[in-house]
């Protein structure tokens, strides 16, 4: 029997758990590194989307944690 994993699973790098526990030092310098690595992959004209996926889940983690709902309390942000 085959065992079937998903997407996220096989792919990510850190886990949910591991992005949300992690430094806001450690967050911002992962995020800029992935940005970078992005960038070379599009430079060499090679697949990016593992990449950006991870990018997307560190950015919005970033935004979870810096989110200022005094600013807009409209927004849906929590």
């Known amino acids: 029997m085959r065992s079937y994993v ?10 949910f ?5 992690m430094t806001n030092h450690a ?7 992935k940005k970078q690595a992005i960038e070379n992959l599009q430079k060499k004209k090679l697949s990016s989307k ?5 990018f997307c ?3 919005r983690e970033r935004q ?9 309390p409209e927004c849906c942000l929590g």
């Open 6 to 15: 998903t997407w996220k699973e096989h792919f990510m790098r850190f886990s």
């Open 17 to 21: 758990d591991e992005i949300r526990t």
């Open 27 to 33: 967050l911002f310098t992962l995020i800029s590194n």
């Open 50 to 54: 593992l990449e950006e996926v991870e």
């Open 57 to 59: 889940y560190l950015v």
């Open 64 to 72: 979870r944690r810096f989110h200022k709902p005094a600013k807009h």
